[in-house]
Every structure is written in C-alpha cells, then in structure tokens.
C-alpha cells in the first residue's frame, strides 16, 4: 500500500502565531494544543491534509521547495483577505487559461491562490 499525506509541515519561528494565519486564511481552527513550539490547523476538523507548524532553531534559507496551492472562487477577494491577514504580495501570474497569484505568509513561506478559467 502506497504511503499517504500526514500533514504539510512548516518549519517556522513561531507555530502559535503562524498556524493562526493559516486557520484565518482556511477558515479551520487551530487545534487545541498549540504552542509557540507546535501547532496544527485542521487535524480537529478532518482538514485534509492538515498543516503541522514546529518551531526550528535555523530554517532552510531559500525558497521554499513546497508550499499551498489554494483554489478560490473569488481570487480578487481572497488575495484581498490574505493581504489584511499579514500575507506579503509576491506577483501575478497565468499559463495555460489559470491565473494565480503568489504570495508569502508572514514567516516568508510563499503560497498560491488561483481561480479555474
């Protein structure tokens, strides 16, 4: 049997404060446990698959090599609702009829927003 998707997993400076921005971001709360150490967004609601957020002493420098592509419905609006949240816009972006927009949550981890043709 083929391995599946635990979590996506960042490594971060602060888990409690970043795993807030993303349960904002995905609507999904942060679960109970958290702290500045560790936290997860999603595990309590069946979010799949959840995020996990663990404090490291020194990251990775770079881009990161995996990140959330996220699908809206109204891309305006929720780049909109990403921005207020603390997100930093990186650029706008289309190949093949999708159109996405790249941005870097406040730890500077980028994800996507992108709307269907």
């Keep these: 049997m ?5 979590c996506t997993t ?5 888990a409690a404060e970043l795993a807030n921005f993303y349960a904002q971001l995905l ?3 942060v679960d109970a446990e958290a702290t500045e150490f ?5 595990r309590a609601t069946g979010m799949t698959p959840p995020l996990m957020f663990v404090k ?3 990251r990775t420098p770079g ?3 995996i990140h959330l592509d996220l699908l809206a419905t109204d891309l305006p609006a929720e780049i909109q609702r990403a921005l207020s949240l603390g997100a ?3 650029g706008d972006f289309g190949e093949s009829g999708m159109k996405w927009t790249t941005l870097a949550d406040p ?11």
């Design 38 to 42: 560790f936290a997860t967004v999603g």
């Design 63 to 65: 881009k990161n090599s």
């Design 56 to 58: 490291v002493p020194d």
């Design 10 to 14: 960042y490594d971060c400076d602060n």
């Design 88 to 90: 930093e816009h990186i």
């Design 2 to 6: 083929a391995p599946t998707i635990a």
């Design 107 to 117: 730890e500077g981890n980028l994800f996507d927003i992108a709307a269907l043709p």
């Design 27 to 29: 609507d999904h709360p």
